[in-house]
């Protein structure tokens, strides 16, 4: 087990953004985490990265409880993450972005970025500024910094929003090339994306876990349907 969340809740107050939420990803798995507006998704991701704390239950990655680890921390023991909205370094060149993100030593590296830039597309916007990236190369970009921390897991927060069709199909390839060994956990709206990704799917709706599943087991769940239907 990569990743075991046991009981994991966090409260604004009387609003229960997560509520007892129980998950356990295997080395290498790829799973996705839908569930309508609101449903915690984002929420869980943080707690997960470190981002926030939980006001209740747990966090274990790789055997050892982080529950409290600082994020930078997390971030070394291999917790790499994107941004619902992409985090970069405006005004610095995407390689430099790679270097930073990567926190070890520069020399050494500076080829290991142009590595990490071409595995993501970006080979040719090697020394163009972040700032003058398109929305979709940003993404990109964040996508080479995570994956430049050396993650075994990735915690990836709505890649697709924002992207145009082709950029989402660009962005299916590159999630479908990421490394066998590192644990993805994916949170998207955009349910191709996630059909054709993903080994297993769990739906948030209001803070709780309302199925894990295979993607066949997710199209024809009724529990699913009803979320998203805001039946439930
Ligand atoms: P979306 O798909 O719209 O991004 P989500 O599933 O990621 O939604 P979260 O962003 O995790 O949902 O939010 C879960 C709930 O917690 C929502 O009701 C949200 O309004 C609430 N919430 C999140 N952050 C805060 C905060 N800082 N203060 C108060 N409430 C918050």
Known sequence: MILRVEGLGRRYGDLAALDGVALELQPGERRALIGPNGAGKTTLLNLVAGALRPTAGRIDFAGRDVTRMPPARRARLGIGRTHQHPAVWPTLSAAD????????????????????????????????????????????????????????????????????????????????????????????????????????????????????????????????AAAYAGVK
Not at 98 to 106: E, F, G, I, S
Not at 115 to 122: N, T
């Open 97 to 224: 972005n790679v270097l930073v993100a990567a926190r070890r030593p520069w020399g050494r590296l500076r080829a290991g970025a142009r590595e990490h830039l071409a595995a993501v597309g970006l080979a040719d916007q090697a020394g163009v500024t972040a700032g003058a990236l398109s929305h979709g190369q940003r993404r990109q970009l964040e996508l080479a910094m995570a994956l430049a921390g050396a993650p075994r897991l990735l915690l990836l927060d709505e890649p697709a929003a924002g992207l145009a069709p082709p950029e989402v199909e660009l962005l299916a390839g590159l999630l479908a090339a990421l490394p066998s060994d590192v644990a993805v956990l994916l949170v998207e709206h955009h349910l191709d994306l996630v059909y054709g990704f993903a080994d297993r799917v769990t739906v948030l709706h209001s803070g709780r876990h309302v199925h894990t599943g295979t993607v066949a087991e997710t199209r024809r769940s009724p529990e699913v």
